[in-house]
């Protein structure tokens, strides 16, 4: 039994049809992205006002505005946001690039495969965050430390991601590859890289999340800049206004930065025919 | 064994002696097979399933390195392979994969002639997804000529079209073999399919050749395909 949904109303005379029940997610709206966070705010925000959520337990919207005016104004907040991105930009390409060679080296060769990943393995299972105090023996408590940290936070997704994207590629299209002569550099750009292209960008999503969670630990050791610090500082002088200012500063950078690589995503990846649309 | 070669005054194109290929220890899946095919030559080769048809093309295409076996193989430089499924890059647009892995400065134009040759001018920006089957395997016949093939290699290309685009696709491929001239190896399950389009129609059986006849243009169509259902052993089963 088929179940069909009324037509929807004839927008003129003669158009008689039969729909059925929608199962993908249908059309794409303007400004979806935003609308989670949006709900979010407002409730929040409703909270605030209605006494339901008190200051001691989270700052006000409103007082975070005012906080971040403060900061921005006497404490060189706009200073502490560029170190802090910095700091993650340089960590997240150095973990990407590497995470993205090891993936086609392992994935492509045995040999490079039995060499590269049972350590990546065991590597994903040390928590890097505890590895901290042994990259400060290594490398001191300055940036050479946060920026190996953040690295080897992000280069993990982006290793596991884009190893699987590969391996998923339909070997038929490698068999295709030989019989039309191709060399080994054009297969890896023409068939390896777009086919692992799909994983590579899920890995990208993770990896972002996690060079900022690699961010805020980091900068709790010895900064004397970055969100991280300011959040520090404001611990110790109990400002939690200052403290949410930090944490909504996080946010926004991993959504920003997530929603970045889905819109690049969907247009890179506009061969496919998914539900993604 | 019945290599037939009369009629040919110039070197075989593509030579098979002695092939022996078994994916088991027991049982091979060619035992012993010898092929001549000529230039230009046009041979459908035919069988029932299991009889080793895709194995001898997969092995005069190259593609069968893991595979046991012995035996002699010679093929022209250049071979094409059209495969029964389009094999079309999905993240390359129809031009881009006509021209895959073509060099020269003039790779796109001869692509363009190509895609107009089997009627997709005009859809060369298109993605892969966007193509009907038939379409589809079109663009994958382009992706083959264009290269100039002198051995033609395909493997039940048109198993998956229904039986319209099929009678379509075997006009277009006529037009292209007697423009092009390749030696071409069609494996095909379908005799009708084989005694329109070939010049030499191959049945292969316990991975021999069992039949080897000449489609000659005086012998009815009717009497071949009957002499062929009953080679493949399907004589009197209501065709």
Same mark, same amino acid.
């Given at each position: #039994?088929?179940?069909?949904?009324?037509?929807? $109303?004839?927008?003129?005379?003669?158009?008689?049809?039969?729909?059925?029940?929608?199962?993908? $997610?249908?059309?794409?709206?303007?400004?979806?992205?935003?609308? %989670?966070?949006?709900?979010?705010?407002?409730?929040?925000?409703?909270?605030?006002?209605?006494?339901?959520?008190?200051?001691?337990?989270?700052?006000?919207?409103?007082?975070?505005?005012?906080?971040?005016?403060?900061?921005?104004?006497?404490?060189?907040?706009?200073?502490?946001?560029?170190?802090?991105?910095?700091?993650?930009?340089?960590?997240?390409?150095?973990?990407? @690039?590497?995470?993205?060679?090891?993936?086609?080296?392992?994935?492509?060769?045995?040999?490079?495969?039995?060499? @590269?990943?049972? $350590?990546?393995?065991?590597?994903?299972? @040390?928590?890097?965050?505890?590895?901290?105090?042994?990259?400060?023996?290594?490398? %001191?408590?300055?940036?050479?430390?946060?920026?190996?940290?953040?690295?080897?936070?992000?280069?993990?997704?982006?290793?596991?991601?884009?190893?699987?994207?590969? *391996?998923?590629?339909?070997?038929?299209?490698?068999?295709?590859?030989?019989?039309?002569?191709?060399?080994?550099?054009?297969?890896? *750009?023409?068939?390896?890289? $777009?086919?692992?292209?799909?994983?590579?960008?899920?890995? #990208?999503?993770?990896?972002?999340?996690?060079?900022?969670?690699?961010?805020?630990?980091?900068?709790?050791?010895?900064?004397?800049?970055?969100?991280?610090? #300011?959040?520090?500082?404001?611990?110790?002088?109990?400002?939690?206004?200052?403290?949410?200012?930090?944490?909504?500063?996080?946010?926004?950078? %991993?959504?920003?930065?997530?929603?970045?690589?889905?819109?690049?995503?969907?247009?890179?990846?506009?061969?496919?025919?998914?539900?993604?649309? | 064994?019945?290599?037939?070669?009369?009629?040919?005054?110039?070197?075989?194109?593509?030579?098979?002696?002695?092939?022996?290929?078994?994916?088991?220890?027991?049982?091979? !899946?060619?035992?012993?097979?010898?092929?001549?095919?000529?230039?230009?030559?046009?041979?459908?080769?035919?069988?029932?399933?299991?009889?080793?048809?895709?194995?001898?093309?997969?092995?005069?295409?190259?593609?069968? +390195?893991?595979?046991?076996?012995?035996?002699?193989?010679?093929?022209?430089?250049? !071979?094409?392979? !059209?495969?029964?499924?389009?094999?079309?890059? &999905?993240?390359?647009?129809?031009?881009?994969?006509?021209?895959?892995?073509?060099?020269?400065?003039?790779?796109?134009?001869?692509?363009?002639?190509?895609?107009?040759?089997?009627?997709?001018?005009?859809?060369?920006?298109?993605?892969?997804?966007?193509?009907?089957?038939?379409?589809?395997?079109?663009?994958?016949?382009?992706?083959?000529?264009?290269?100039?093939?002198?051995?033609?290699?395909?493997? /039940? &290309?048109?198993?998956?079209?229904?039986?319209?685009?099929?009678?379509?696709?075997?006009?277009?491929?006529?037009?292209?073999? /007697?423009?092009? +001239? &390749?030696?071409?190896?069609?494996?095909?399950?379908?005799?009708?399919?084989?005694?329109?389009?070939?010049?030499?129609?191959?049945?292969?059986?316990?991975?021999?050749?069992?039949?080897?006849? +000449?489609?000659?243009?005086? +012998?009815?169509?009717?009497?071949?395909?009957?002499?062929?259902?009953? /080679?493949?052993?399907?004589?009197?089963?209501?065709?």
């Amino acid at each position: #039994m088929t179940v069909i949904d009324k037509a929807p $109303p004839a927008s003129y005379e003669g158009d008689v049809r039969v729909v059925r029940r929608r199962l993908g $997610p249908g059309r794409r709206f303007r400004g979806a992205f935003w609308v %989670g966070p949006a709900v979010v705010l407002v409730i929040w925000s409703a909270g605030s006002a209605t006494g339901l959520i008190k200051p001691a337990i989270l700052t006000s919207p409103w007082d975070v505005v005012v906080a971040f005016g403060v900061q921005w104004t006497d404490h060189d907040l706009l200073g502490d946001i560029l170190s802090s991105l910095a700091r993650a930009a340089s960590g997240l390409a150095i973990g990407v @690039i590497t995470g993205a060679v090891l993936a086609v080296l392992s994935g492509l060769s045995r040999a490079g495969e039995s060499l @590269i990943d049972g $350590p990546i393995q065991i590597k994903r299972s @040390i928590p890097t965050l505890a590895l901290i105090p042994l990259f400060i023996a290594w490398f %001191g408590i300055g940036q050479e430390m946060k920026i190996v940290t953040i690295a080897l936070i992000s280069l993990v997704p982006i290793y596991v991601h884009t190893h699987n994207g590969l *391996r998923g590629i339909d070997g038929r299209y490698a068999e295709l590859a030989e019989t039309l002569d191709l060399r080994r550099g054009e297969f890896v *750009r023409h068939v390896v890289l $777009p086919g692992a292209l799909p994983g590579f960008l899920l890995g #990208m999503r993770f990896a972002v999340t996690s060079s900022l969670l690699g961010l805020v630990v980091v900068e709790q050791y010895n900064a004397t800049a970055g969100i991280g610090h #300011m959040i520090t500082l404001a611990e110790q002088y109990g400002q939690t206004d200052v403290i949410v200012v930090g944490l909504v500063i996080y946010g926004i950078f %991993g959504y920003c930065a997530d929603t970045a690589v889905r819109l690049t995503a969907r247009r890179v990846l506009a061969w496919r025919q998914t539900l993604e649309g | 064994m019945a290599t037939d070669t009369r009629g040919l005054t110039t070197a075989p194109a593509v030579s098979v002696r002695n092939l022996h290929r078994s994916f088991t220890a027991n049982g091979g !899946v060619l035992n012993g097979l010898d092929l001549d095919i000529g230039a230009g030559e046009f041979v459908a080769l035919i069988g029932r399933s299991g009889t080793g048809k895709s194995t001898l093309l997969r092995a005069l295409a190259g593609l069968d +390195r893991d595979v046991a076996g012995r035996g002699h193989i010679s093929v022209p430089a250049s !071979v094409s392979v !059209v495969f029964q499924d389009s094999r079309l890059l &999905p993240w390359k647009r129809v031009l881009d994969n006509v021209v895959f892995g073509l060099r020269g400065s003039d790779a796109n134009a001869r692509g363009r002639q190509a895609l107009a040759e089997v009627g997709l001018a005009g859809r060369e920006r298109a993605w892969p997804f966007e193509l009907s089957g038939g379409e589809q395997q079109r663009a994958s016949l382009a992706r083959s000529l264009v290269r100039e093939p002198q051995l033609l290699l395909a493997d /039940e &290309p048109f198993g998956a079209l229904d039986a319209l685009t099929r009678i379509r696709m075997h006009a277009l491929l006529r037009k292209l073999c /007697e423009a092009h +001239r &390749p030696a071409v190896l069609l494996v095909t399950h379908d005799v009708d399919e084989a005694v329109v389009l070939a010049d030499r129609v191959i049945v292969l059986d316990g991975g021999v050749v069992r039949t080897d006849v +000449r489609v000659e243009p005086d +012998r009815p169509e009717a009497e071949l395909r009957a002499f062929l259902l009953t /080679e493949l052993g399907v004589e009197g089963e209501g065709r």
